[in-house]
Structures are given as C-alpha cells and as structure tokens.
C-alpha cells in the first residue's frame, strides 16, 4: 500500500519538523505513530544499540505479518519488501 506509507512517512517528517523533541532519530516515543505499510500492524521495537533514548541500531518487526524492518544509524527503513526488488 504505496499511500498508507506516504502518510506515515509523511506524519513522521511533519512531526519531526514542527515538534523540536521528535527532531532527531528513532526514538521509542515514534512508535506510536509508525505501523506495518504492508498490513498497518502495530510494529514492535528491537533495540540493538541505543544512545540517549534513541535508538541507533535494531529492528522493527510487524507483529502481525512478521515483516521485518531494520533501523540503521537511527534511521528506520519502513520500506514494504515486495519493494526492495531483490
Ligand atoms: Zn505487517
């Protein structure tokens, strides 16, 4: 679903422009607003290394389709794997 990750995507930049707490990287505070683009599960959090309450490096996985989404220098990659044409 192209346009349910536009939205996300694009709450997510609006919030981190106009609110100065969500102004840098992944933190466990933006969970509440990203969800699966595939199935808009709610995503789970796997922190492999977290500086200052946020998150460096890890994983957001979709509890209810599984998908797996890395974070990579603080940076989730929400990107749908049918995507990824690998
Ligand atoms: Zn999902």
């Known amino acids: 679903m192209q346009f349910g990750l536009s ?41 492999a290394a977290e500086e200052n309450g946020e998150i460096t490096a890890g994983s957001l996985r979709c509890g209810k389709c599984g998908v797996e989404y890395p974070i990579t220098e603080g940076i989730p990659d929400l990107l749908p794997p049918e995507k990824e044409n690998r």
């Open 7 to 47: 939205i996300i995507v694009i709450k997510w930049l609006i919030i981190k422009k106009y609110n100065p707490c969500y102004n840098t990287l992944m933190k466990h505070s933006l969970l509440e607003i990203l969800a699966c683009p595939v199935c808009k599960g709610p995503l789970e959090l796997k922190v």
